[in-house]
């Protein structure tokens, strides 16, 4: 038994609970701070974690206790190579947001701090805990301070626009999630248990072949809304457009990889037939958000709109690996889930940057020549950009080439030319990512000097740095993801897959 | 000593560059990394010098869920003569161009971005493990962008550098799924494993013919073969020592590079060795041609780089394997040679025009007989390096094409001869009229500064005296994969006659219509070629165009459509009658939607046939 997780989760709900119920008057100018104090002690908690985990196969620091016995809801929670990376992706995020709102100091403060606060204790819990009901209920906290972040404190230039946005994401989700309930609901009703270890060691045992599938096509509903799957991912762009760039970066960075982490915890090991009867399909529809998103992307004059789209993009990716149901894929996957986390995260903080600048996102209204206007920030961009297009030798590329290799070779039950036309869409894809961002950089970093300079502050810079480090490192060494992804995920398609 | 210095060196040096900024100094910094790393590389290089298997070491490897990836080196002798062409290059670029940015701001991220590329060629010769290779062989290209683009205000290197992106991604995605094909038939990602198992015959000739078709496509796009010939010019706006470095020595070389790295794979799957022979055939004359009609000096060379490569690419397609290294070896340096000869002639005149230049023989002496030793060895003269070289390639097709009586040979052979004549007719054209004849512009001329001559007169000696490889089959083709003689007497004093016959011709026809372009009384066979041959003009129309407009479409049907249906009445009742409705309104969004709802029924639809 180990408090370590629990005190993971509960640190940040513990610091939205005492700005709660902190006198307003100081609380206002003290919010921001509480905020870095509260996600860095989170953080190091999560270090810690890594620490005691690095290395080590299997479930680690496992917590079990009674909640609810007479619904069989129990406290579980544990860490493996899946959900650590994501762990520690969730508190770096938040941390560097918190450090954000300490210079940008937006207006009711203490109210943003505690709604990300929430946030974060909902992603983190969502990712350590090992009961379905509880994933249900993390999953579902997450979507309320979401909701707050993108109504209160998103575009000023359009409060309709942005609540609508809130909404629309808001009931998409919860209508995604519903569903994914009903599915847990099955499984119990077949299995008897809600506990995602032993589902997993199960793998489908006491469920027939339709009822697998009828749970699989539930469960995978309510993941693939928050993914966002193609065609789910309508409330996606206008959430990002109109959400504030805190809540931009976490919505891209860890809340889409709350669905497709649902899909390897649970969706592959505990209803596997179920999975691979769905998986063509998911494949499928794989392949087409990748080519829609670029399609998208290309013609698209908002900065904030294109970067949300080339999310649908890069998550199409993750959703082809895990479709394939291989190791190779699989843990391209989660590779690529990270690797979108930093370079998409920070693509967001870069739009951020620009729109706080220029009022608005529109690639005109940021205007031409960057690279002269404001020399660092526009080599970030590029550098971003180039991330983002899948560079070898920076993170984008390993993620998504492994989910192409695991499309090229997929597990044996499954129609090998499905995979092998998602494979070659995802190329398509690739070369058409490339176009659009090659295009953002010439539009944006290119060309004469248009309007006034807007370098980047040093601030800026250094809450930047760490999520550009990293993407660095991870691109020449992703060894050190894989080393630690790769025994959980072949643990977890059981044998050597 | 660790090959992985030679990669590591000139990156530490990029980052040392970036944190020096823009001062005068910082070209410098860049020279000294230049020429650590050329030191490094011989360390590495010399005593691996025709060696056949080499040393493999291997860093560090980890897992993928498949085979693992192993960052691995071999040392051969094949990759040692590249290390050495690569540092010697990258060196004397680095030297140059302090004198030639003297004036510029931009210097760090230049100095950066060349050491980077350094260090990427140096990983894609070295690396034994496909994905190691791929992301030298990526980053490549992505200094190539950044470089290309160096002068972003103007509108030709933008644009320039997002084609040279995009057509070499697209080849490399090809090139990927290459290695896919090659790590199912041998298991494991390692290049070496690849060319073992084709020639012990484990590989399968369907399976080596679709990894190399595969491979071919990475290698056309990254070579600027037909039909994605059309980057290479385009890239020329950067700044000319650039030009030296990537689209002549260095990077449309890897492309050459990786099918020499895979000749057992080539030999196992003949239909991609005829494949590469059209390629090759095709590209050389049209290249050559196009080369005529140019008005700009380095495009001009552009073309001819494209032609010459083809000639590499021709070799290697009929197994002349060391005759195929040997032309890589030596166009290295005659064309470094030319590249920075032409750049220290736009410094002095201020343009790349044929126009603006002329009469440059007596103001810029040095350059003029350096960049004469260039043109000689490019039109094959005796005794410069692209005479034995050429003649080498050319022996190699008449061995197919008589001995094996091969039509890939006698196609190929045709065309290289045809090829002679023409690369003959534009490299005279292009001396007389950079300089020879009236001067035009300006009066007042200087000669470059020392840090821009001394290259020129190192890669002058180089182009006069590589012809020794000659002497060394046993660098070029440690393994004797053929051809068995790298000499031809009696098709050598062929082909010098016809070139110089050919040189003859044009200078008579430049001296009796005064001083005035050759090709001008072509007419409209000039225009077509000028333009050549509305290729690029015709893939905008096809592809980039239709992208677009899709891409529109898609945006608006996105906005239009599927939100409201979503927000509205979408996702509880009504579906049926939606759809109903929908299809009946037959606008374009309704197109869109059944492109994607086909593309599907499509892609479900193999995956039952396959089954």
């Not at chain 2, 190691?132 to 950044?146: D, I, N, Q, R, T």
């Amino acid at each position: 038994m180990s408090w370590l997780l629990p005190l993971l989760v509960a640190l940040p709900a513990t610091g939205a609970l005492a700005l709660a119920v902190w006198p307003r008057s100081s609380a206002d100018r003290l919010g921001a701070m509480v905020g870095v104090a509260v996600a860095a002690a989170t953080f190091a908690v999560s270090l810690l974690v890594a620490v005691l985990t690095w290395g080590r196969d299997g479930m680690r620091l496992e917590s079990e206790a009674a909640w609810i016995p007479a619904l069989d809801v129990w406290w579980r929670a544990g860490v493996d190579g899946i959900s650590l990376p994501l762990v520690l992706l969730t508190t770096l995020l938040s941390l560097l947001c918190m450090v954000a709102l300490l210079w940008e100091r937006p207006e009711r403060v203490r109210a943003l701090v505690l709604s990300l606060l929430l946030l974060e204790t909902g992603v983190l819990g969502t990712f350590v805990v090992l009961d379905l009901v509880l994933f249900f209920v993390f999953f579902e906290v997450v979507l309320i301070p979401m909701w707050f972040v993108i109504a209160d404190w998103g575009d000023r230039h359009d409060p309709a626009g942005r609540r609508r946005a809130a909404t629309v994401f808001l009931l998409l989700t919860v209508a995604g999630s519903a569903v994914m309930l009903v599915g847990f609901l099955v499984v119990h009703a077949h299995t008897g248990t809600f506990d995602m270890v032993e589902l997993a060691e199960r793998g489908g045992l006491g469920m027939s072949t339709q009822v697998q599938v009828l749970a699989a096509a539930a469960i995978g509903l309510g993941l693939a809304v928050k993914a966002p799957m193609w065609p789910l991912h309508i409330w996606l762009p206008d959430a990002h457009g109109k959400a504030p760039t805190v809540g931009s970066v976490l919505l891209a960075g860890v809340l889409l990889k709350m669905g497709t982490y649902g899909f390897v915890r649970i969706w592959v090991p505990a209803v596997p037939e179920g999975a691979q009867a769905l998986a063509p399909y998911l494949a499928c529809l794989a392949a087409v958000g990748i080519v829609y998103g670029s399609f998208a992307c290309l013609a698209q004059s908002d900065l904030k709109r294109l970067v949300a789209y080339s999310s649908v993009g890069h998550m199409g990716f993750v959703l082809l690996g895990i479709a394939t149901l291989t190791p190779v894929g699989l843990n391209g996957a989660l590779v690529a889930n990270i690797a979108h986390g930093l370079i998409t995260g920070l693509l967001f903080f870069l739009a951020g940057a620009l729109k706080d600048r220029h009022g608005s996102a529109e690639l005109t209204a940021i205007g031409r020549g960057l690279y002269a206007r404001s020399p660092r920030l526009a080599a970030v961009l590029a550098v971003t950009a180039m991330a983002s297009l899948g560079l070898p030798g920076l993170a984008g590329f390993w993620g998504e080439m492994l989910t192409l290799l695991g499309a090229f070779d997929p597990a044996e039950a499954l129609p090998r030319a499905t995979f092998l036309a998602c494979m070659v869409a995802g190329g398509v894809g690739a070369v058409l990512t490339a176009a659009y961002f090659l295009h953002v950089v010439r539009r944006l970093c290119q060309g004469e000097p248009e309007t006034a300079p807007a370098e980047a502050s040093t601030r800026e810079l250094a809450t930047w740095s760490p999520l550009l480090v990293l993407t660095v490192v991870l691109g020449l060494a992703p060894g050190l993801l894989l080393t630690i992804t790769d025994p959980a995920v072949r643990l977890l398609l059981g044998g050597d897959g | 000593m660790s090959p992985g210095w030679v990669v590591v060196a000139p990156a530490a040096g990029a980052v040392f560059a970036l944190a020096m900024g823009a001062r005068p100094s910082t070209g410098w910094v860049g020279a000294g990394f230049g020429l650590l790393t050329w030191l490094l590389g011989l360390l590495v290089a010399v005593p691996a010098l025709g060696d056949a298997a080499g040393t493999r070491t291997v860093l560090t490897s980890f897992p993928t869920g498949a085979a693992p990836i192993e960052v691995a080196f071999v040392v051969d002798s094949l990759a040692a003569l590249m290390v050495l062409l690569a540092t010697t290059v990258a060196l004397l670029v680095l030297l140059y161009s302090v004198g030639y940015l003297a004036g510029e701001r931009r210097r760090a991220s230049y100095t950066a971005l060349v050491l980077v590329f350094t260090s990427a060629m140096s990983l894609v010769v070295l690396a034994d493990d496909f994905f190691v290779l791929l992301v030298g062989w990526e980053v490549m290209g992505a200094c190539s962008y950044f470089l290309i683009g160096h002068y972003w205000e103007r509108f030709e290197a933008r644009a320039g550098a997002v084609k040279a992106f995009l057509l070499t991604r697209l080849g490399d995605i090809g090139l990927l799924f290459g290695i896919f094909v090659l790590a199912s038939a041998t298991g494991s990602f390692s290049i070496s494993a690849a060319g073992e198992a084709a020639a012990s015959g484990t590989m399968s000739t369907s399976q080596a013919t679709a990894a190399m078709l595969l491979v071919l496509c990475g290698v056309v796009g990254k070579s600027a073969q037909f039909p994605l010939h059309t980057w290479l010019p385009d890239a020329m706006p950067g700044p000319t020592p650039i030009s030296a470095l990537i689209h002549a020595a260095t990077m449309v070389a890897a492309g050459v590079y990786l099918v020499a790295r895979l000749d057992d794979v080539m030999a196992a799957a003949p239909v991609a060795r005829s494949v590469l022979a059209v390629i090759a055939a095709v590209t050389m004359l049209l290249a050559a041609l196009f080369a005529v009609a140019q008005d700009d000096l380095k495009r001009v060379l552009a073309w001819s780089t494209v032609s010459q490569l083809a000639y590499m690419f021709a070799a290697l397609s009929v197994g002349a394997y060391a005759a195929g290294v040997f032309h890589l070896v030596s166009h290295g340096a005659f064309k470094a040679l030319l590249f920075l000869g032409a750049g220290a002639v736009v410094h002095a005149v201020g343009g790349t025009s044929m126009e603006v230049m002329g009469g440059l023989r007596r103001r810029l002496p040095l350059t003029f007989v350096t960049t004469t030793i260039g043109f000689a060895a490019l039109a094959g003269l005796v005794p410069a390096a692209g005479f034995f070289s050429k003649d080498a390639v050319l022996g190699g097709l008449l061995d197919a094409a008589l001995h094996e009586g091969s039509w890939q040979g006698w196609l190929l052979l045709v065309s290289g001869l045809l090829t002679v004549v023409v690369t003959a007719a534009y490299s005279m054209r292009a001396w007389l009229l950079v300089f020879f004849g009236r001067p035009h512009g300006a009066d007042v001329l200087h000669e470059a500064p020392w840090m821009m001559h001394a290259p020129l007169i190192v890669l002058a000696a180089c182009s006069l005296a590589g012809g020794a490889l000659v002497l060394a089959p046993d660098v070029l083709d440690p393994l004797g994969r053929g051809p068995a003689d790298l000499v031809h007497p009696v098709l050598a004093i062929a082909t010098t006659a016809a070139v110089l016959l050919t040189a003859l011709v044009t200078y008579a026809e430049w001296w009796r219509v005064d001083g005035i372009d050759p090709v001008a009384r072509f007419g409209p066979v000039r225009r077509g070629l000028f333009a050549e041959l509305g290729v690029g003009r015709a893939y905008q129309a096809a592809v980039v165009r239709p992208t677009w407009a899709l891409a529109r479409l898609v945006v608006a049907t996105d906005r239009d459509v599927v939100e409201p249906y979503v927000r509205g009445a979408g996702v509880t009742a009504g579906g049926l009658g939606t759809a109903l409705r929908w299809l009946q309104r037959g606008n374009a969004q309704v197109y869109v939607a059944a492109v994607v709802v086909g593309a599907l029924a499509i892609g479900l639809t193999a995956g039952w046939l396959g089954a």
